[in-house]
């Protein structure tokens, strides 16, 4: 079983910057794909980025290209989310997720590929 605890979200003004972490306990993460993923109140939960075991593939969503980044440090059972650029309308709570696949070199872009997730975080960006 793997643990997922979400950190760094709160109130930032538009534009601004945030990086939100994900620490996992538990089974060993470190082969596993993770995501990250938000949801807005009265909104289905949307794929926001993806990184493989390795780090050594990412996927965005058209949305955040450019501005967001996801990254890992395995020696640390941790993610990250970078944010930067932020506008209002993506205020949400943000979670993080593994796929629960071993050395699985996919990155999966939808909720249904993974199997673990966080509580989440919510950011909340002022106008």
């Known amino acids: 079983q793997v643990q997922l605890v979400e950190s760094g979200g709160g109130l930032v003004q538009a534009g601004g910057s945030l990086r939100l972490s994900c620490a996992a306990s538990g089974r060993t993460f470190t082969y596993y794909a993770m995501g990250w993923f938000r949801q807005a109140p009265g909104k289905e939960r949307e794929f926001i980025a993806a990184?493989?075991?390795?780090?050594?593939?990412?996927k965005y969503a058209d949305f955040v290209k450019g501005r967001f980044t996801i990254a890992r440090d395995n020696t640390k059972n941790t993610v990250y989310l970078q944010m930067n650029t932020l506008k209002p309308e993506e205020t949400a709570v943000y979670y993080c997720a593994g796929d629960g696949v071993d050395y699985s070199d996919l990155a999966p872009t939808t909720a249904s590929g993974y199997v673990y997730w966080g509580q989440g975080t919510q950011v909340t960006v002022t106008s």
């Open positions: 990184i493989t075991w390795t780090g050594g593939t990412t």
